[in-house]
């Protein structure tokens, strides 16, 4: 029975009909055409799939991709990329740049203490903590300490000072004036700087080839320079009378930036007080320049 009715619908798909077009009017026959309802449905199957392939290289390989939502050609994408990684290069380099003016605004006020703790290579061991009890001196521990003190100039170990010395202690410093150095570095003092007096009309040079980064009218400092140098150094010239220098102008070593004088509230006589900054930290300008 199934067979039957299996074989009776492979009939009637196979089954040839006939499709005769005649005229309105005279009922004239103009064509006929031998169909059967195989041929209709692969007909039919073609002519979906000849569409199909148009319509997908239409959209494929002409402009009208891009009016397709979510579909985008090569260049598209590659731009996409581009600007991505452009971003990502702008955002470091703002980070950086605000790092940078962290680290001026510090210079220029004066507030190392705020910046460099987070610098500090070593803690500090006189950093003890509340309630601690100092451990009592013992014979032996005295007797160790002597000879510990005795035999320091063999100690190859040396704290962040000395590792500072040693990152910048072979740069040719050009000096910035010369003249009497009236007050010396002093941490303790609030004093991160030399006030160096010479004559009125002396022209400041700068220590070392480098970038004009700072160059204006502090109400503190007056005609204040600041040049951003190699291996993370910066170099103050605070107090002048004229400036000679502007921002992002490049300075070599011994060039003249501006000339000394007494500008701002702090000044008291013609004087350049000068300021030596390592990595975010002041150091002695007299350990390496020879004023």
Not at 40 to 61: D, E, K
Not at 64 to 85: K, Q
Not at 127 to 144: N, Y
Request: no cysteine; charged share 25%; aromatic share 10%.
């Amino acid at each position: 029975m199934i067979k039957a009715k299996q074989k009776s619908f492979l009939q009637k798909l196979k089954r040839k009909y006939r499709l005769v077009v005649l005229s309105e009017e005279s009922l004239e026959e103009r064509a006929s055409f031998s169909l059967s309802r195989v041929n209709v449905l692969l007909v039919s199957s073609l002519v979906v799939l000849l569409v199909s392939i148009g319509v997908y290289s239409l959209i494929s390989f002409t402009s009208l991709r891009e009016y397709v939502p979510g579909y985008a050609d090569f260049d598209t994408r590659n731009e996409f990329a581009v600007n991505a990684n452009k971003i990502d290069s702008l955002e470091q380099t703002i980070d950086q740049q605000y790092e940078k003016n962290q680290i001026l605004a510090n210079i220029l006020s004066g507030n190392v203490e705020e910046y460099s703790k987070e610098h500090y290579r070593f803690k500090d061991s006189l950093d003890v903590k509340e309630g601690t009890k100092p451990l009592a001196k013992s014979k032996e521990d005295s007797i160790l300490r002597a000879e510990f003190e005795k035999d320091e100039s063999f100690n190859v170990f040396f704290d962040e000072d000395e590792q500072v010395d040693q990152n910048i202690k072979n740069i040719l410093f050009f000096p910035p004036v010369r003249g009497i150095i009236t007050e010396k570095f002093s941490l303790i003092n609030g004093h991160q700087a030399v006030d160096i007096a010479s004559s009125p009309s002396a022209g400041i040079k700068a220590v070392l080839e480098g970038t004009v980064i700072y160059s204006d009218w502090n109400v503190n400092t007056g005609y204040t320079v600041v040049m951003q140098h190699k291996k993370n150094l910066i170099s103050v010239y605070k107090h002048n009378s004229v400036l000679l220098k502007k921002i992002g102008n490049f300075v070599q070593a011994g060039e003249t930036i501006a000339i000394i004088g007494e500008s701002g509230e702090l000044s008291q006589g013609p004087h350049l007080h000068f300021e030596l900054w390592y990595d975010g930290n002041p150091v002695d300008p007299e350990k390496y320049i020879a004023f």
